[in-house]
């Protein structure tokens, strides 16, 4: 039952957060306090989505086995260290006044996606 809820639980977060996406993306251009109040509410909801997907995913990286923990870990310092090493690069050519905060957190959410993401919308199976 405990699957069958976090499912539902992660399934309605999901949903909520794609029509949200939508609805903002349709009505941002509008003009209004209702406007920056749907704005300030979307911007929570994102926040407190990260917290929980996050917790999901090291709830569930610690009922890996050891060895399955340290490739996974080691997957996402290598894809970090790389998508960082690009757009480093990247920006040097491109874009030299480039934010580094910008060119920090965009390779470091990627690599947590690409590294850990079947970690956040399942439990991992006991080998």
Do not use: Q
């Amino acid at each position: 039952m405990e699957k069958k809820a976090l499912f539902g639980i992660i399934g309605i977060l999901d949903l909520i957060f794609i029509v949200l996406t939508v609805f903002i993306f349709v009505i941002g251009n509008a003009k209004g306090s209702l406007n920056s109040v749907l704005i300030l509410a979307y911007l929570i909801f994102i926040l407190v989505y990260l917290i929980f997907n996050t917790i999901n995913i090291f709830r569930n990286l610690l009922k890996l086995r050891k060895i399955n923990r340290r490739k996974r870990i080691i997957a996402f310092v290598t894809w970090f260290v790389s998508l960082y090493a690009v757009t480093i690069a990247s920006n040097y050519f491109f874009k030299p006044s480039e934010n580094m905060f910008t060119a920090f957190s965009i390779p470091l959410g990627l690599a947590l996606g690409i590294a850990f993401y079947d970690l956040m919308i399942s439990k991992p199976k006991k080998d």
